[in-house]
């Protein structure tokens, strides 16, 4: 079957523009997760959505970062006024249970210059 | 501070050798999860380990998860270039959270 989507793959966008970047998990996977990674970095936690319930957004970095999850389904990853400590790959993961981040994509590569 | 320690960071070697690559913390996790990514790729999960002292097998790689549950191997028998890639290591921290906390990785290099 179809596993987790993200898109763009790649983006780039000048310092201070907005950007979006879109998950399609599972069809099913009620777990949802951001992560970052950079070079040399291990992967950074962002957010989490579980079911209906409150996401949990501790690892989000500051204030421009924002997601939401609508119906359960389709995330967006939402960075305002983008600054170049920005520029990263942003993978989305999703899972059926709560034991692991099961099923990732393959990431959006986001270039701020 | 990394709440995951891996070692090696790099490992480099020839077609037919062994390896055991390790990941270890000072915390107690509830499960491990062992993943490769290749590059422009996202991890993909190899397994998830539970019960301190737990062995699991996945053809010719072997992960072991600590009694103490607070670190985890894995070992390679007879590398093949296809094993090539970001060995990453991560788990929920025990006492809750669903949130896996990753470590940075080993990158590994098989040469045919």
């Known amino acids: 079957g179809a596993g987790v989507s993200q898109s763009p793959s790649n983006k780039v966008t000048e310092k201070g523009k907005d950007v979006e970047l879109r998950c399609d998990p599972i069809?099913?996977?009620?777990?949802l997760y951001w992560y970052r990674q950079s070079l040399g970095q291990g992967l950074e936690f962002l957010i989490y959505?579980?079911?209906?319930?409150?996401?949990?957004k501790s690892g989000l970095p500051s204030d421009r970062f924002s997601a939401e999850r609508t119906g359960g389904s389709v995330s967006t990853l939402t960075i305002q006024r983008t600054q170049q400590e920005d520029s990263a790959v942003y993978l989305c993961?999703?899972?059926?249970?709560?034991?692991?981040?099961?099923?990732f994509g393959p990431g959006t590569r986001l270039t701020v210059t | 501070t990394q709440l995951l320690e891996q070692s090696p960071q790099f490992l480099s070697i020839q077609e037919g050798e062994n390896l055991t690559v390790y990941c270890n913390s000072s915390s107690v996790f509830s499960s491990l999860q062992w993943y490769r990514q290749e590059p422009g790729e996202g991890p993909v999960l190899l397994v998830t380990?539970?019960?301190?002292?737990e062995v699991k097998k996945l053809k010719r790689l072997t992960f072991q998860f600590g009694d103490a549950r607070k670190d985890s191997s894995l070992h390679i028998t007879a590398a093949q270039p296809g094993d090539t890639g970001l060995y990453l290591c991560?788990?929920?921290?025990?006492?809750?959270?669903?949130?896996?906390?990753f470590g940075r990785g080993t990158s590994l290099i098989v040469h045919p």
């Open positions: 069809s099913g996977h009620t777990a």
């Open positions: 959505f579980q079911g209906n319930s409150a996401p949990d």
């Open positions: 991560a788990g929920p921290l025990s006492g809750g959270s669903y949130i896996p906390t």
């Open positions: 380990v539970v019960t301190g002292g």
């Open positions: 993961a999703s899972s059926l249970g709560r034991l692991a981040a099961e099923s």
